[in-house]
């Protein structure tokens, strides 16, 4: 082969590997977000999480990699785990409660039972109780099937440790997760008699959908008004609750809407977007009310997020 000719085949050849990568990376892509995002239970630190995902595999050789998807998510998991270790610091000089980042889904988030469990308010709470690594591990095996072997080459693990950090966290997860399923009419039925007590601020309709222990979470992070612990007792939750419905109500709008593959609501203050409220529903009545009025978490009620398994 001639110099000239190798001249212009090695850029022809690169730029079929760019190509290759950005293809496999985008078919990807919703998959590595919800990783990284049950993972961190933050949108925007899994949004870093894809670029820093990104970077390094667009220098992989893509010829030595078998199974891309295992390879990416694998990229993607370590850089949650850094991440996660750097966002448990962060929350430990953060005002108030810490929630989740909360997220507009679509219909089909929904219609997947295990990834809306996984991705709901209340599971990312639970997850928040686990280690980074026994987070990591739980969300790798538990949500998306990866084989033992897959999650020990993402987390640096042997897969025999992995047996057993995966053992430990579904012990923990069951300790703290609902006994048992809830279907999306009885959650929906829970909100709509939820948003009617709220709107009519009547306080016997509201301790009537509120469970006898249930616990109000309202997440500010300093910048909106929010109760500084949480809130447990129907009484205290009602009372609070009709208060501020009070204070605000000629202002304020209730829409419902999809978050996180739950039905959720979206309160409106004058037209903007105020908070979002999502719920954990048992046995008919609401034992988690989870409120985050964080105006840098809200960004991401504002168009649906593409999530997948």
């Known amino acids: 082969m001639s110099e000239r000719t190798m001249d212009t085949a090695e850029p022809s050849a690169r730029g079929d590997r760019v190509d290759s990568a950005t293809e496999a990376f985008v078919a990807h892509r919703n998959l590595l977000f919800t990783v990284a995002y049950e993972i961190l239970g933050s949108a925007a630190d899994a949004e870093d999480v894809l670029q820093e995902t990104w970077l390094r595999w667009a220098g992989v050789d893509l010829d030595a990699v078998r199974d891309q998807r295992a390879y990416l998510v694998r990229i993607a998991t370590r850089q949650a785990l850094g991440r996660l270790r750097a966002l448990g610091r962060r929350k430990e000089s953060y005002v108030g409660p810490w929630l989740p980042e909360p997220l507009l889904t679509a219909p089909d988030v929904a219609e997947d039972v295990e990834l809306a469990d996984s991705v709901s308010m209340a599971m990312l709470l639970v997850l928040e109780a686990l280690a980074p690594t026994e987070r990591a591990v739980f969300v790798l095996r538990e949500v998306f099937g990866l084989g033992y072997d897959e999650i020990a080459e993402a987390v640096d693990k042997s897969p025999a440790a992995v047996r057993q950090i995966a ?133 991401r009620v504002k168009q649906e997020t593409a999530l997948s398994r």
């Open 167 to 299: 053992h430990r966290a579904r012990s923990h997860v069951a300790a703290r997760r609902p006994r048992e399923a809830v279907s999306p009419a009885e959650t929906r039925a829970a909100i709509q008699a939820f948003q009617r007590a709220v709107e009519t601020g009547d306080l016997q309709d509201l301790l009537d959908i509120l469970a006898p222990d249930v616990v109000l979470l309202s997440d500010g992070g300093g910048l909106k008004r929010a109760v500084p612990r949480p809130i447990a007792g129907a009484g205290r939750v009602a009372r609070l609750l009709a208060a501020g419905w009070d204070r605000v109500g000629a202002e304020a709008a209730v829409e419902p809407v999809q978050v996180n593959g739950h039905p959720a609501l979206i309160l409106r203050l004058n037209g903007e977007i105020d908070g979002v409220v999502a719920m954990r529903v048992e046995n008919g009545l609401i034992t988690g009310l989870y409120f985050v009025r964080n105006p840098e978490k809200l960004s």
